[in-house]
């Protein structure tokens, strides 16, 4: 499934990260590796951005951006 | 004897305590400035100790060395090009994992010395992550150092390390590199060996990293190489796509995904060896302290609060030293006006210098203020909140949610607010945010909607004065839009922000932000408004000898004369009388004399010449004038109106009821307010936008993207008005 259908306290494993090359290695090289795991903390008050936590720290990104990112074992 | 110098490179990513450190290090010796070319805040300090001489340099914030803002290509040009002795990376000991990435790009790297050190380490301890320092230090042979920098230890620890390995001579290890899989490593080392067999004169990087960096498709590192052949292909780089293509094949993905992931495999590997997590899971404050703040519920209304409270202290506690200030300039214009005897020269001084700075530095305790709270909400790490918060609206526009706090302070000011949007870090998006701020109306302008709203429309004027600024937004909104899918196109910037820990802020790290800032706006503001208003004064009072309509002081002195035998012959009430009358008349004719000498000096010939671009949009000379005067700063505008209108700076009521006489109409006053809300920033505005684009090219489309929406806007109210049949 996609990172942006994942809910608020789920966590999932990264499968693989897609767009365009430039923001796919931007969001790699923050940590978003294929296999690490992700944890949606919340959604901002207007639906977007999310914040989520890997490798212990937090980031947020665009829904947009979030519909890039393929994962897995989400529970 | 000899004192050696030594230049100390501090990297790091953003939020890791890097300026911390580097404040203490270096104190208040520092300069701060721009890094040439670019608007990326240059931080250098110089200090003695221990017997050398130690330039420290604070690069900015970055993630990684990949070319992705300018922040990275400062940060890496300046290591690679620059050569500091040595590098300290200071890295967030309660986030090592993604630290260590830039970490192994630095030593990856290979030019220079690298130290790390693990900063925080107290906040670690919290957070129950223990590290064995020895064990990083032997599995990357660089030397660590443990760092709290907010309390001032292991700094000096620090610099003593970083000097001893300065010192060193020993060239930097070739072991102890990030270990890619097997095809990789291949490539690489192929690509290595076919780029030492090239033979090329001054290679400007070592050849390993070289190599690795085209596998990666380096834009920048493809640009050097081929600045060396001044031929549009390269040997090397013909190469370099062979195995990149072959890697692609192999991996089904673009090569510098598989390193990335094989650093960060790398990178987990020394983490597994050196970190151990205690498994106690326990309170995290600031989790806690953001489900409050980013709350669905209460996020905004909060938000809203604190924007709130920054105006209020800004505009409300910045009144009082602004009265003082006010008061201050007035003592010394009366005194100095006392002091020299009547000259073209005191009238520079005093009605050009004084006045016109004056008006500039008047300013100064709402920058303050303004700048104390802007830092505050950086260093506390609620600025990434509220990019949070209000990215989905901005994002509307096609701006960042970061464009919004710099909009906002708009409103205050533009200079401060245009300084602001360095807290950008696309330049799409700083650029755009910097020509539309203009258009949240500035405080300077509200005193001319007070005077016409207030004159035209007295009982509507809150609502009329509220739809300018409406007006403005919405405006701002457009062109916005308009700007992103013409000058300004390309994708959006991605949203990819990291939300740190809340800290406590540092007093120290706060006033030194505050400071550098306003000292900025001191000193370039300062230099543009005194020659902004020398040439103003200039064109407002020559021609010297004007030709008058008529002979003023032979008119004052006959009306005086003729009072003066009237008075001799009445009694005490009636001869009160007449000193009034007498008074009036006099005081009515100097106001006509001033009048007429404006009208008649170059400022007045100019304000005629352009009266035919100002006569569509219903404004006569006097207001072209008076808007001329605005481009020096805004707050001159009601002032050169009331001369121009009444014969007098000050009073507003003698303004209101000239305003009413003349032939000005409500319709006319509606199109000059418009034309005020939208038409070019002050100079110090300009200035502002010039320096921080770096390019004259910014600043001219924003006075002609400016001034041109203006007459557009006042032209179809002021004509349609009349169509519509309005007057």
């Known amino acids: ?75 | 004897m000899d004192q050696k110098n030594f230049t100390i490179a501090l990297a790091g990513n953003p939020n890791s305590g890097k300026t911390t450190i580097f404040n203490n290090l270096t104190g208040t010796r520092q300069k701060v400035g721009n890094w040439p070319g670019v608007t990326v805040e240059k931080k250098e300090g110089h200090i003695h100790k221990y017997g050398y001489d130690l330039k420290i340099v604070d690069l900015p914030g970055t993630y990684s060395l990949t070319p992705f803002s300018i922040e990275e290509i400062v940060s890496r040009n300046f290591i690679l090009e620059e050569r500091p002795d040595v590098v300290i990376d200071i890295i967030d000991s309660s986030n090592l994992e993604r630290s260590l990435y830039l970490a192994t790009q630095l030593r990856e790297l290979d030019c220079c010395k690298v130290i790390f050190a693990l900063n925080m380490r107290d906040l670690a301890h919290a957070r129950g992550i223990k590290i064995n320092a020895r064990k990083l230090s032997e599995l990357l042979d660089v030397p660590v150092v443990f760092t709290v920098g907010n309390k001032n230890e292991g700094v000096d620890a620090l610099l003593k390390k970083a000097i001893e390995v300065a010192e060193s001579d020993s060239e930097s290890p070739k072991k102890r590199k990030v270990k890619y899989s097997k095809d990789i490593a291949d490539s690489i080392l192929r690509l290595q060996n076919f780029i030492e067999n090239q033979q090329i004169e001054n290679l400007p990087y070592d050849s390993r990293w070289l190599a690795i960096k085209l596998i990666e498709d380096d834009e920048l590192v493809k640009k050097r190489i081929l600045q060396q052949t001044e031929s549009k292909t390269h040997p090397v780089l013909d190469e370099a796509q062979v195995y990149r293509r072959r890697l692609t094949a192999l991996f089904d993905d673009d090569p510098e995904i598989i390193m990335t992931d094989e650093r960060y495999g790398f990178i987990a590997g020394i983490i597994k060896e050196v970190v151990t997590t205690s498994t106690k899971q326990r309170v995290d404050i600031s989790r806690n302290i953001d489900l409050v703040l980013t709350n669905r519920f209460l996020g905004f209304p909060i938000f809203i609060f604190f924007i709130w409270a920054m105006f209020q202290l800004t505009f409300t506690l910045g009144a009082y030293p602004m009265d003082w200030i006010d008061s201050g300039v007035a003592w010394l214009s009366t005194s100095v006006d006392a002091m020299l005897p009547s000259s073209l020269f005191k009238d520079l001084l005093v009605n050009g210098i004084i006045a016109g700075v004056g008006s500039i530095i008047i300013f100064l305790p709402n920058i303050l203020i303004l700048f104390l709270c802007i830092a505050l909400f950086e260093d506390t790490g609620y600025m990434a909140r509220a990019a949070f918060l209000m990215d989905k609206i901005m994002h509307l526009i096609g701006l960042h949610g970061k464009s919004f706090i710099p909009m906002l302070m708009g409103f205050g000011c533009s200079v401060p607010a245009i300084m602001a949007t360095r807290t950008l870090e696309s330049e799409k998006d700083r650029i755009l945010t910097i020509l539309i701020t203009p258009f949240m109306s500035c405080s300077a302008r509200l005193p001319i909607y007070i005077v016409l709203a207030g004159t035209f429309f007295s009982a509507k004027a809150g609502t009329v004065i509220f739809s300018i600024y409406l007006t403005g937004i919405i405006f701002a909104v457009i062109t916005g839009r308009i700007f992103r899918s013409t000058l300004l196109t390309g994708a959006d910037a991605p949203f990819v922000m990291e939300l740190p820990p809340y800290r406590v802020p540092m007093v120290k790290s706060l006033l030194i932000h505050m400071w550098d800032r306003s000292k900025m706006f001191l000193k370039k503001m300062g230099g543009v408004i005194l020659i902004g208003s020398i040439v103003i004064w200039t064109l407002s009072s020559f021609p010297q000898n004007i030709r008058y309509s008529m002979d003023y002081d032979s008119e004052i002195s006959r009306i005086k004369a003729e009072f003066e035998t009237r008075i001799a012959a009445s009694n005490g009430s009636e001869s009160r009388v007449l000193e009034e009358k007498r008074d009036s008349a006099v005081s009515e004719l100097l106001k006509a004399q001033k009048a007429e000498k404006t009208e008649k000096s170059f400022m007045g010939h100019i304000g005629k010449a352009i009266t035919p671009v100002f006569s569509p949009i219903g404004i006569d000379w006097r207001g072209s004038v008076a808007l001329l005067t605005g481009f020096v700063a805004k707050e001159i505008v009601v002032s050169t109106l009331g001369v121009l209108y009444a014969g007098e700076k000050e009073d507003e009521d003698a303004l209101s009821k000239a305003l009413l006489s003349s032939n000005m109409t409500p319709l006319a006053a509606l199109a000059m307010m418009v034309f005020v809300l939208f038409y070019m920033p002050c100079i110090a505005a300009i200035a502002a936008i010039k320096r921080e684009t770096n390019s004259i090219k910014w600043a001219l489309v924003s006075i002609a993207h400016t001034t041109s929406v203006a007459w557009f806007m006042a032209f179809v109210i002021y004509q349609g008005g009349k169509i519509i049949g309005f007057n």
């Open chain 1, 1 to 75: 499934m996609l990172l942006k259908d994942m809910k608020k306290g789920q966590t999932g494993q990264i499968v693989r990260v897609g767009g365009h090359s430039a923001l796919r290695r931007r969001l790699v090289e923050m940590g978003l590796t294929s296999g690490s795991e992700i944890y949606v903390e919340k959604y901002a008050p207007l639906k977007d951005p999310i914040e989520l936590i890997i490798k212990g720290y937090h980031i947020s990104l665009r829904v947009d951006e979030a519909t890039q990112i393929t994962v897995d074992n989400v529970r």
